[in-house]
């Protein structure tokens, strides 16, 4: 049996179910307790299916700046163009080390009782991911609107996607975040 293979037997659902349903402090719409096994597996499977969504993107992203220095218009690049498409090329493969990783990690441990760790781990080379993600999309669009727009105005357009990306990708989430240990400790008091 490997890391991610851990079946619940039929009586233990039944008696989670039961429990859930019977309890005198299950609330309608609340949420049922978890175990830490049922907690480490449910990440393991959210990280599995953010990975399958971030993985795509980046590949193919990736795969077009690979294919941009084979184009005739290449050779027209101007120093500052070509310096940022090394670094942009340089974040893709990056991004994509990161958000591969989870995988790799997983093939290497499986089955040595470490998925606490591996998920951990796996959690933060997602971040990690998203990070140079983002960062490899801000160069891209960089390198293209330097191409197609005139003067100051791809800087300026790149810098307002990059805040839109911030403010998507993490001060959304950080604030939701906040707003549910408030809620959590206000419950809790």
């Known amino acids: 049996m490997t890391v991610t293979e851990q079946p619940v037997g039929p009586d233990d659902k039944r008696t989670a179910c039961c429990a859930q349903h019977h309890s005198p402090s299950a609330r309608p719409g609340a949420e049922a307790p978890e175990t830490a096994r049922e907690r480490v597996n449910r990440r393991w499977n959210e990280i599995l299916q953010e990975t399958r969504v971030t993985q795509t993107g980046v590949q193919i992203l990736f795969g077009f700046l690979l294919s941009v220095a084979f184009t005739p218009l290449f050779r027209e690049l101007e120093t500052l163009d070509r310096a940022i498409y090394v670094a942009t090329v340089v974040l893709g493969a990056a991004a994509t080390g990161a958000l591969i990783a989870p995988v790799s990690i997983h093939r290497f441990l499986s089955g040595q009782r470490m998925k606490d760790e591996v998920v951990e781990t796996a959690g933060r080379l997602m971040m990690c991911g998203m990070v140079l993600l983002a960062l490899t999309i801000g160069c891209t669009l960089l390198l293209i609107l330097r191409f197609v727009v005139p003067g100051v105005l791809a800087e300026v357009l790149v ?23 408030r809620r959590s400790r206000t419950s809790d008091a």
């Open 159 to 181: 810098g307002g996607v990059m805040l839109w990306f911030g403010l998507c990708w993490y001060a959304l989430p950080l604030h939701l975040r906040r707003r549910g240990d």
